[in-house]
């Protein structure tokens, strides 16, 4: 099998910084408002809060004090987003990018997984492992049925490429309606699959062991359109944190599992590029270079 050469533990080249300001002293707290979490379900969360916080540390000399708070509501993408955008109570996002949450919101583009959300694993039904066996295609995996998020970018960009699907507004109720053959299989992201399917309510599902899916879907933090301040300050945190290491390094205490996983190189790729399915990985603009 070729090996996969990921970048995702590439630093940055050394940034430099021209000299800056300092804040006025006394200045007001940056103020931050995020969405909440349940642990329980999406553990991998904390990652995202961890990161915010890193991304606000390394900016302090110049930008001046933060406080960050999480905003006590359960929310959906679309609701987090809408709040977003019209300036309401969560001022911040992170989601995998799509073209339409550009429209609504700003990206700061820095890649927040370091491309482990363009890695998919395959979650299945304990027992099933065999009905994969001889998957060797995406035309192949197209003879089987999806379970996705209804909200997810990667939902949009799988049926767009003819991948029948089965949404599902929750992660809780993708588990079970996979449990109980509502569809085949859930592709998820390298960095929460070994999270999820920890679980204890999980207990009958597995992580499928030969394949690994790539399509493009950096995660992206988002802001409001006129919050350029802020946008900016992130951009110029998270490449300090890209630069001096500390972004891989909190990538590997949180998704260890996954990149070891990555770095193993068993796993048949397939990448998923246009309605035609798979092609030659470096003909995909972005697709892992192979050697």
Avoid at 164 to 190: H, Q, W
Avoid at 227 to 255: I, K, M, V
Avoid at 259 to 275: H, M
Wanted: proline share 6%; hydrophobic share 40%.
């Amino acid at each position: 099998m070729p090996r996969l050469f990921p970048r995702l533990l590439a630093l940055s080249a050394v940034l430099a910084f021209a000299p800056m300001e300092r804040p006025a002293r006394g200045a007001e707290p940056a103020r931050l408002v995020v969405p909440s979490y349940d642990r329980n379900d999406r553990p991998q969360e904390a990652y995202f809060h961890e990161l915010l916080d890193l991304a606000l540390q390394k900016t302090v000399a110049r930008d001046g004090p933060y406080h960050i708070k999480t905003d006590p509501r359960r929310m959906s993408i679309a609701r987090s987003i809408d709040e977003v955008q019209r300036q309401g109570a969560v001022n911040i996002v992170w989601l995998a990018h799509h073209a339409e949450r550009d429209r609504a919101l700003s990206p700061v583009r820095v890649d927040l997984l370091g491309e482990l959300n363009n890695y998919r694993v395959l979650m299945i039904r304990r027992g099933d492992q065999a009905r994969f066996d001889n998957i060797g295609s995406a035309d192949d995996l197209r003879r089987m049925t999806a379970g996705m998020g209804q909200q997810w970018a990667v939902t949009k960009i799988m049926r767009q490429r003819g991948f029948p699907i089965v949404a599902a507004l929750t992660n809780a109720s993708l588990f079970r309606m996979l449990e109980m053959k509502r569809f085949d299989y859930c592709p998820r992201g390298l960095y929460e699959a070994w999270h999820e399917v920890a679980l204890p309510e999980n207990s009958a599902l597995a992580i499928e062991d030969k394949l690994l899916l790539y399509l493009d879907a950096p995660f992206y933090f988002y802001v409001n359109k006129h919050n350029t301040a802020l946008a900016g300050r992130l951009e110029r945190g998270l490449q300090a944190a890209q630069a001096d290491g500390s972004l891989g390094l909190l990538q590997s205490r949180y998704f260890k599992r996954a990149l070891d996983e990555l770095r193993s190189n068993k796993r048949k790729l397939i990448v998923l590029s246009g309605q035609a399915g798979s092609v030659a990985p470096d003909a995909v603009p972005g697709a892992p270079p192979y050697k």
